[in-house]
């Protein structure tokens, strides 16, 4: 694992960082703060249509090529005596590994880390597609035994509901069936919150729904500034920034996925807040600044 304090970390260049990142399994780098420490590991890539991205302009689907490369972005907060493991990974159920070649690799990237499945003492989920919770379970068992999984209720609620397979878009169908079995084998390590939950040493949740009715980001305090783990209120720097009004074909609620991408990426502009975001090119955190009524995003 390559370990970064946090003023080379933010002297880096994106450049050095995607020579780095070639290998599988790449612990992408760490950035200390007081007591602590944040940890971004690569999952993987995921390649998905330019189509993904709901009414983009023509000439925004040219950029973007018919065929694009997002990043799979999972961090770890090392804190007194806690290992907080934002996000599941991918894992290798049917439904990824049918899809994606270049997903799952986070088992391999905490290994790099020197960090065992058990070590992990809590998990806390942004949402629960299968990007995201799918590394919950291995081989129809819980990935990380020791962990407790936090999960906003309204999340829970959602995913976990009687009938859910059979009222889903058949595209879907699959997807809500590999959720649904991951989220009964898990279930007797599961709390849920509401949306707000304060997890100690400077960690809370936020309410940031429309990607998913109970999608959360999570603040952390980092003594003299604040970073913003965001999940997928950005679906990769390609086009968000620099158009946040275009949607993203898995938003459940698109007018509240854009109105709170606008918000949050407001907030981080205006705050000057490190963001760190799970569909960023790796290793997904860097700074947003106002661009007229976009914004720009710069990698640390």
């Known amino acids: 694992m390559t370990h970064l304090s946090r003023r080379t970390f933010m002297c880096t260049s994106l450049a050095g960082m995607a020579a780095a990142i070639a290998t599988p399994g790449f612990a992408a780098g760490s950035l200390d703060f007081g007591k602590g420490t944040l940890i971004a590991l690569s999952d993987g890539t995921l390649t998905v249509p330019n189509q993904m991205w709901t009414g983009a302009s023509e000439a925004e689907q040219a950029d973007l090529g018919a065929a694009v490369v997002i990043g799979a972005n999972v961090f770890l907060v090392r804190q ?3 290992l907080i493991l934002i996000d599941g990974g991918a894992g290798d159920g049917a439904f990824v590994t049918q ?3 270049d997903l799952g690799r986070l088992p391999a990237a905490l290994a790099d880390a020197g960090i065992k499945p058990s070590d992990i003492t809590d998990i806390v989920i942004t949402h629960m597609h299968i990007d995201h919770s799918g590394g919950l379970i291995s081989n129809g068992k819980p ?11 309204a999340e829970w609620g959602f995913w976990t509901r009687e009938g859910f397979a059979d009222q889903a878009p058949e595209a879907l ?24 939950k304060d997890f100690g040493n400077g960690l809370r949740a936020i309410q940031t729904y429309g ?21 997928d209120i950005v679906v990769s720097d390609h086009i968000h920034f620099q158009n946040p009004d275009v949607g993203w074909a898995l938003d459940g609620i698109p007018d509240a996925a ?15 807040l490190v963001i760190a975001g799970s569909h960023l ?20």
Request: proline share 3%.
């Open 80 to 82: 007194e005596g806690r």
């Open 99 to 101: 899809r994606f070649d």
């Open 143 to 153: 990935a990380f035994e020791n962990a407790t999984i936090h999960i906003d209720q």
């Open 173 to 196: 169908r699959p997807m809500v069936i590999e959720i649904q079995a991951i989220a009964n084998i898990i279930k007797d390590q599961v709390e849920t919150h509401d949306g707000t």
């Open 211 to 231: 990607h998913t009715p109970g999608h959360n980001s999570f603040e952390l305090d980092l003594g003299d500034e604040k970073l913003l783990i965001m999940g």
């Open 258 to 272: 854009i109105a709170t991408r606008r918000t949050i990426l407001g907030r981080a502009a205006d705050e000057g």
């Open 281 to 300: 090119t790796a290793p997904g955190l860097g700074r947003v600044t106002r661009n007229g009524d976009a914004f720009e995003f710069k990698a640390l």
